[in-house]
């Protein structure tokens, strides 16, 4: 039903910044609850923030707090993720993801629909 996919990945230094997009096509946008994860290699793909339907509620990992922000426009039917004072461990590749739900869920398996993904990398 909803189609997902992201842009915006790339190569920056350590402490420089980075805007992700996620665009979605199909079903109705607003109805969902959006969030972005992210794995490493070798790694589990873990939470890194999540909104809600109407982008009145935020929520972010312990690991993210202070340096990314996430939005989103149900006009565009986009959401986004600025990254800003990025670290070398923030390197992985990060996921848009969609919930049938209007408020946030941590949980990988609570949403249904996945991006293809974009690759962070950031160099020391």
């Known amino acids: 039903q909803v189609q997902l996919v992201e842009s915006g990945g790339g190569l920056v230094q350590a402490g420089g910044s980075l805007r992700l997009s996620c665009a979605a096509s199909g079903g109705t946008f607003s109805s969902n609850a959006m969030a972005w994860f992210r794995q490493a290699p070798g790694k589990e793909r873990e939470f890194v923030t999540g909104i809600s339907w109407s982008g009145g509620s935020t929520y972010y990992a312990d690991s993210v707090k202070g340096r990314f922000t996430i939005s989103r426009d149900n006009a565009k039917n986009s959401m986004y993720l600025q990254m800003n004072s990025l670290k070398p461990e923030d390197t992985a590749v990060y996921y848009c993801?969609?919930?049938?739900?209007?408020?946030?869920?941590?949980?990988?398996?609570?949403?249904?629909?996945w991006g293809q993904g974009t690759q962070v990398t950031v160099s020391s």
């Open positions: 993801a969609a919930a049938p739900r209007r408020y946030i869920t941590m949980g990988r398996d609570d949403y249904d629909y």
